[in-house]
């Protein structure tokens, strides 16, 4: 698949799901945000929203403010805002691949996935809507 798609207009856009996980030796999870990435738009965001039930329901004693603190530094590093450290500088697709790249903490990416949009901001507002929400 090439980058473009020169037949409709739309772009190859890549995306993950950025999953809490509140105990990592149970494995067990739920989808709490999405990373979207178009490299011929150079676009690459995250939105995030932490259900705090289904957090409460996997671990009573998980630290909220603190899996919301990290969903906010994903969404951080994606902006590219002097919050984001040396993350500010890379481009948007360093950024993606660094976001992507396995962790064993509290959230973490989840396998990505492909797809063609003409619009990467709104495709990645309709997959939270669509897979999180």
């Known amino acids: ?23 990592v030796e149970r494995g067990e999870y739920f989808n709490a945000g999405v990373l979207v990435y178009c490299r011929a ?10 259900d705090e039930t289904k957090l409460r329901a996997l671990d009573p004693e998980a630290d909220a403010p603190g899996v919301r603190a990290a969903l906010r530094a994903v969404e951080g590093v994606c902006a ?5 450290g040396q993350a500010a500088r890379d481009d948007a697709g360093r950024r993606f ?3 992507i790249a396995p962790r064993s903490t509290v959230v973490q990416p989840g ?23």
């Open 80 to 84: 590219g805002g002097a919050a984001a």
């Open 41 to 50: 738009k150079s676009f690459v965001a995250a939105h995030t929203h932490l």
């Open 97 to 99: 691949r660094w976001l």
């Open 111 to 133: 396998p990505v996935h492909t797809g063609l949009t003409a619009d990467p901001a709104a495709e990645a507002l309709r997959l939270l809507d669509l897979l999180v929400r």
């Open 1 to 23: 698949m090439s980058e473009r798609d020169g037949r409709d207009g739309r772009d190859v856009y890549e995306y993950a799901l950025l999953r809490v996980v509140p105990r």
